[in-house]
């Protein structure tokens, strides 16, 4: 018989070279300079400059109203996305699987679009808009609808990363507390939550960037009134528009700041999530 | 405490997974639920529970109705097949999580927590796992710490869903050994769920039959193997040799093959039932049958001799069983390809228009030639 090693598509020396040096051109290109730009164009004009432009006025109103919209859209997001994980992971009902198309829809429209459809519901020519305004209630253009349109964008984050995994760890474990006489509230602190705390953790991070990066349905609903409703992101346009490049950058590497804490916090969760699913081998004696 | 199932009936969407059940579970007897997967027993172990909600019917603790109750408030034991144990628990934490979710006014001091955990885990033998997590433990041992959580509220009740379907064959004779010797101990009531028929046979009291979500028969085990009331049951209940033919002037034929039968018949058509050692294997054949049969494959694994042995001249949907014992094995000496004969001492027929199988038995005289005899 004719005998040959099979060949992997890795085994030959030139694809993986080609792979890993395109792969690294991109990286560099692509992810490494503009943030290296982003930190030497801040820094171009000194520290002195960088910290002056940081506290400016209106960018730390801006830092201000950027973390504010967070501190409300993750915690909003989170209770949402529990509840909604737990109804389709723990009950049969007729539309469920409809329910798990629709939480994507977010993610499916682009952000520019959603904030327009805010804008033509809740405006104050709106159908509800101009309902709400008839009582002196104002949406759009302030802080209530910044925060509306960041929760639409950033909710299906923690909804999407817990189903799958309460779907795989099943309903058992809670089927075995109820038995052993839990109340629902004991259940889900006892039983569900530390199960899922890790992957809830990893929704909330990549909530909270979200919500704090987020722009195009922003910029459709805030008005970009300096002082009053401009976030951290709306708020580098309108400084490289008025020619401020250093103060555009400065605030940018804010942003980036952000960007890479949530990036290694987001690695240490993933590392937790491993270890909790591997088996604690280490911890086991031979008895 | 008694468990009563009155007409308890259950669907999923088109599926009929319980059809008006009825069953007692006397005071401190141990029930096993035997039947193919998909037969609804799990479903009614669950339904007992509270896990599950019945369309109809009623469930009764010692004549308390507790159709309407919680799973909370029912008390009882429950052991999933799985385990279901908290994963990120310790052994000793899953064990006290019954006593640790009790409201503030009846919690036991956690002292007396420990000390009660302490108790059950030296009970099923696993004290020096009290630290370890679920991960850690082989599945014999997670079995024995889910029966100790469960046993954790001292239930009156234990149900058990396929209790030992996941373990090794060794492992699985030891814990149902001990299940029994507890369950005689703290004399509570059990129905555990099993697709195992000789799982069922060696641990019950009672055993009750089910099948496309009825239930067949509840008898002891050895009513239960000795006189099955449907073919259903017989069927299920080990390996059985079937002979099908015409009945003709009391000979059944098929083939070169045939049987004749000492006592009448109704049906034209007709199966004869054999269990593996209702039937002697002979040289030669014998006034009332003549079965002719080829060794097919010899297994000398267990108490007795296992022949596998396919039919000549006739024929048989499954490959026919004998057993024979190890002297008649070293007399013998059958070897795969020997052509022998089978006689029936007994056997079961079915008659149209009855569920009952009816025995059927040869009198002494009509066989054993001595010469014959292997």
Redesign the interface.
């Given at each position: 018989m004719h005998q040959r090693r099979t060949m992997r598509a890795g085994d030959q020396p030139w694809v993986k070279w080609t792979l890993i040096g395109l792969a690294l051109a991109l990286t560099i290109t692509m992810l490494v300079m503009p943030l290296v730009i982003i930190f030497t164009q801040a820094f171009s004009g000194g520290l002195q400059t960088y910290l002056g432009n940081l506290t400016d006025s209106y960018t730390l109103h801006a830092i201000g109203l950027t973390l504010f919209v967070a501190a409300l859209t993750v915690p909003i997001n989170l209770v949402f996305g529990v509840f909604l994980a737990w109804l389709v992971t723990r009950f049969e009902f007729p539309g469920r699987k409809a329910l798990i198309t629709l939480i994507d829809i977010p993610f499916a429209v682009s952000p520019v679009v959603a904030g327009l459809l805010y804008l033509l519901l809740y405006g104050s020519n709106g159908w509800l808009g101009s309902w709400l305004a008839d009582r002196d209630v104002q949406l759009m253009f302030s802080w209530p609808g910044i925060v509306m349109v960041t929760v639409f964008v950033t909710c299906p984050f923690v909804a999407r990363e817990l189903i799958p995994l309460m779907q795989q760890q099943g309903r058992e474990e809670e089927e075995a507390g109820v038995v052993l006489g839990a109340t629902g509230w004991q259940l889900f602190r006892r039983v569900t939550l530390p199960n899922i705390q890790w992957a809830l953790l990893y929704g909330v991070v990549l909530t909270n960037a979200r919500a704090v990066g987020e722009f195009g349905a922003v910029s459709v609903v805030s008005g970009n009134i300096r002082g009053e409703t401009n976030t951290l992101a709306l708020h580098v346009e309108l400084l490289y528009q008025d020619y401020n490049v250093v103060g555009a950058f400065a605030s940018a590497s804010l942003l980036a700041g952000i960007a890479l804490i949530t990036i290694v916090v987001k690695s240490f969760v993933e590392w937790r999530q491993a270890r909790q699913r591997a088996p604690l081998d280490d911890q086991s004696d031979n008895r | 405490m008694s468990i009563s199932i009155e007409g308890i009936t259950k669907r999923f969407g088109s599926f009929q997974a319980l059809d008006n059940i009825s069953l007692e579970v006397p005071d401190g007897k141990l029930i096993g639920l035997l039947g193919p997967s998909g037969s609804g027993k799990t479903t009614l172990l669950r339904i007992i529970?509270g896990?599950e909600t019945a369309d109809s019917g009623r469930i009764l603790f010692q004549g308390e109705d507790v159709t309407r109750l919680h799973?909370?408030e029912r008390?009882?034991?429950?052991v999933?097949q799985?385990y279901?144990?908290?994963?990120?628990?310790t052994v000793a934490q899953n064990v006290a999580?019954?006593l640790?979710?009790?409201p503030a006014k009846e919690r036991p001091k956690a002292a007396e927590i420990r000390q009660r955990v302490d108790t059950l885990l030296e009970m099923v033998q696993l004290g020096?796992l009290a630290n370890?997590?679920p991960?850690?433990l082989s599945g014999g041992q997670k079995q024995r710490i889910a029966l100790a959580?469960?046993l954790?509220?001292k239930p009156q009740i234990l149900l058990l869903d396929e209790p030992f379907g996941a373990l090794d064959a060794k492992v699985r004779k030891d814990l149902r050994r001990w299940l029994r010797t507890l369950h005689d101990e703290f004399h509570f009531t059990s129905v555990f769920v099993t697709h195992d028929q000789e799982e069922a046979l060696e641990l019950s009291d009672q055993v009750a039959v089910m099948s496309a979500g009825k239930i067949e028969q509840v008898d002891s085990p050895q009513r239960l193997y000795a006189e099955p009331g449907s073919r259903f049951v017989f069927d299920f209940l080990g390996h059985v040799n079937v002979f099908d033919g015409r009945l003709e002037e009391q000979v059944v034929r098929q083939g070169e093959a045939w049987v004749r039968l000492g006592e009448p018949v109704t049906s034209k058509e007709l199966q004869l039932y054999m269990r593996s050692h209702e039937v002697r294997l002979q040289s030669m054949s014998e006034a009332h049958a003549h079965l002719p049969l080829r060794i097919e494959s010899v297994s000398l694994v267990g108490a007795e001799v296992r022949l596998e042995l396919s039919p000549i001249g006739w024929e048989s949907a499954e490959p026919w069983e004998v057993g024979i014992t190890h002297a008649q094995f070293n007399n013998w000496q059958p070897k795969r390809g020997d052509q022998c004969y089978a006689v029936p001492r007994v056997a079961h027929v079915i008659e149209e228009g009855s569920g009952a199988p009816r025995t059927l038995r040869w009198q002494a005289g009509e066989m054993d030639d001595p010469a014959a005899m292997i």
């Open positions: - | 529970a896990l799973v909370r008390r009882v034991g429950f999933f799985h279901a144990l908290f994963r990120h628990m999580f019954g640790e979710v009790l020096h370890r997590y991960a850690q959580r469960a954790s509220m």
